[in-house]
């Protein structure tokens, strides 16, 4: 199991440093979760605001163990409300898996097809020259796919299909075509192909996609609102572009989760004005222990009326003078600022840098919000489906985590030197 640490640090900066590399023995859920306990503990991370993670359901189990560990240890916001964050590679995966699950057969004799055409130069000429006769209109080759990486499959099927007139000419010009193929899953027939044209179709509709989404992370028990809560927090888009969204994706309940998303997002805001304000409590405490600081104009006017206003009002007043305005205010301040031009040179996080003093509760909340990955893996992997082999090159598993940990992390070293 690979852990990496995702944030913004205080100059806007998003960051991220693999933090550990090692097997697991045993994949259960708690024991995951205590592998993701004792890492943390290790590297004295006392704050843990999402957990990036796939939708086996060991990893449900390890991250409501962890949940329970941080919600004890007051170290996560919400209660954790917002601690899973399910990985949408995965979910893309599981996808593109269910998509072509019942057309396997199909799609193998379509793979035998492409992998025997290839597998000899003579034989792709001929194949070409078929090609040529019957006026495919494509100038795709015939490419074999890996049959773990699904888009990789997808590009194969894409191609073969419009040449399936070929194929079946092909079969005049070579008699061992039909022998050797019959040997293994066979030639492809009618019904074959027309199950492969329902696969390409599968593995790129619109319509199939958001029908998926919706089971995986349309509902509102199952998906995270981070992924709502991201949009609002970008200056260029807010609410109202949230709300056109939704309303494309989910017209039948797009109101429901507007409310939803409001809602929670005061909620969380409540919650990190409690968080910047008890800071603020402990930064004046330690400055009050200063002589030198002199009172301001407003600090001796508080004092002046001290034995009229009471306790209460005074402290209200201190409250008024350090966050400027009341809590919730400050949200929607933000909100009801005119949304930021869109341009390709607009930095998220320079914006967010440079008018976070203006609107610091909401900065903190956005650092947090910003900082967590959708996913687990890189963008070429999304359709991978390969199992994890014991041994890679002859190199033992259990010396291959210290060696992949020293190489990751010297190209996050490099990565970050360079940036300078």
């Not at 995951?32 to 993670?53: N, P, S």
């Not at 193998?108 to 290839?118: A, C, L, S």
């Not at 997002?265 to 402990?282: A, K, P, R």
Request: net charge neutral; hydrophobic share 40%.
């Amino acid at each position: 199991m690979v852990l990496t640490a995702h944030w913004i640090d205080d100059e806007w900066k998003l960051q991220k440093r693999i933090i550990n590399f090692f097997p697991i023995s045993a994949h259960r859920g708690e024991s995951i979760g205590q592998a993701l306990e004792k890492c943390l503990r290790d590297w004295g991370i006392e704050k843990v605001f999402a957990i990036t993670i796939d939708n086996a359901s060991s990893n449900n189990v390890a991250v409501d163990y962890l949940r329970k560990k941080l919600v004890h240890l007051k170290a996560c916001i919400a209660n954790g409300k917002y601690i899973h964050m399910r990985c949408v590679a995965h979910i893309i995966n599981k996808i593109v898996q269910e998509g072509v699950k019942d057309t396997s057969i199909s799609v193998n004799r379509v793979r035998g097809v492409v992998r025997y055409i290839r597998a000899s130069p003579s034989r792709l000429s001929k194949f070409n020259h078929r090609a040529e006769e019957e006026m495919v209109g494509t100038k795709a080759h015939l490419c074999l796919d890996v049959p773990t990486r699904w888009n990789s499959t997808y590009m194969m099927l894409n191609v073969a299909e419009k040449s399936e007139c070929v194929f079946e000419a092909y079969v005049h010009d070579d008699h061992n075509f039909f022998l050797d193929l019959s040997a293994g899953y066979g030639v492809p027939t009618c019904d074959d192909w027309e199950n492969v044209r329902r696969v390409t179709k599968v593995l790129e509709p619109f319509h199939e996609l958001t029908l998926k989404y919706k089971k995986y992370w349309g509902d509102s028990k199952v998906m995270n609102l981070l992924i709502y809560l991201a949009v609002i927090f970008d200056p260029r888009r807010k609410i109202n572009f949230l709300a056109f969204g939704v309303n494309l994706l989910f017209p039948t309940i797009a109101d429901d989760i507007i409310r939803m998303v409001n809602r929670e997002s005061y909620y969380l805001f409540d919650e990190y004005s409690t968080i910047v304000e008890g800071n603020h409590h402990m930064n004046v405490e330690v400055e009050s222990n200063f002589p030198t600081r002199a009172p301001s104009s407003s600090e001796n006017e508080i004092d002046k009326v001290k034995p009229k206003i009471g306790l209460v009002m005074q402290q209200y007043m201190k409250k008024k003078q350090r966050v400027g305005l009341e809590s919730k205010s400050e949200l929607d301040r933000y909100l009801g600022e005119d949304c930021e031009n869109n341009s390709d040179s607009f930095d998220l996080l320079l914006w967010w840098k440079v008018n976070g003093p203006r609107f610091p509760i909401v900065a903190q909340m956005a650092r947090d919000v910003l900082s967590v990955p959708i996913s687990t893996v890189a963008s070429k992997s999304v359709f991978c489906n390969a199992p994890t082999p014991e041994t890679v090159a002859g190199v033992e598993l259990e010396v291959l985590p210290n060696i992949i940990y020293q190489i990751k992390n010297f190209e996050s070293f490099v990565s970050t030197f360079t940036a300078f």
